[in-house]
């Protein structure tokens, strides 16, 4: 196993639906399977009982799982995932604003997980919505909340999948925050118990997300994450 990828390893992000999900895709054959076709990495993040208080939404069927592969063939691996559950796939670029802390045997980290899942909308050009989610939005996502993780990932090509009508998506965004914060907006946000400044941060927070369309059209998937090196 290793504890470190290859620079330009391509990464591939799967969106998964269905129910108790935690058998087919924690389960060491799975990671065999993957390996058998060259991936070096897999995470699972699981719309658990862990993060049931979680807020979660969508603009369709629940999404119970988000999954990523990290080898030199995510075509091969989206067919291994599809084997097993409803899934829909991208290889995607990723950005690490900020890194979470890892470990690699399969273990919960201690955080609550949360996948948004982007759409530009139909008024906004590629690069302007780009620029705004890229360069103007992050820094406001990361200053006005208590995230202590935060992972980009624009969908650059649709993989194969057995989603008979996979949704159109744009990007898929990774932030961890304290698991508290599935129960204290405070804790959430970072604002210390003080009102206002809560107040003061999400607003901020909203108007910047209205900016970039995800005030619609928007999926929010809670997660406990899982990371295994293969």
Known sequence: MTTWLPAGT???????WGEDLT????????????????????????????????????????????VSVWGPDPEAAARVLAARATTAGWLVEERRRVDPAETYDGSRAD????????????ELDEE?????????????????????????????????????????????????????????VHAFYGSGGDDAELS????????????IGADRDLDLVPGSRHLWDL
């Open 23 to 66: 058998s087919p895709l924690t389960d060491p054959a799975l990671r065999e399977e993957l390996r058998a076709v060259g991936a070096l990495r897999l995470q699972v993040n699981l719309d658990d009982e862990h993060v049931a208080p979680a807020l979660r939404f969508g603009t369709g069927d629940p999404i119970g799982a988000v």
């Open 128 to 184: 302007t919505w780009l620029h705004r989610w890229l360069v103007e939005h992050t820094p406001i996502a990361i200053r006005t909340q208590a995230t202590t993780a935060y992972l980009q990932h624009r969908c650059v090509a649709p993989l194969p999948g057995s989603h008979p009508d996979p949704p159109h998506v744009d990007a898929l965004v990774e932030e961890l925050f304290p698991t508290a914060g599935m129960h204290d």
């Open 111 to 122: 955080a609550l997980a949360n996948t948004a899942v982007l759409r530009r909308p139909a």
């Open 200 to 211: 003061r941060r999400m607003s901020e927070l909203m108007a910047s997300v209205s900016r």
């Open 10 to 16: 391509p990464k591939a992000m799967f969106l998964v």
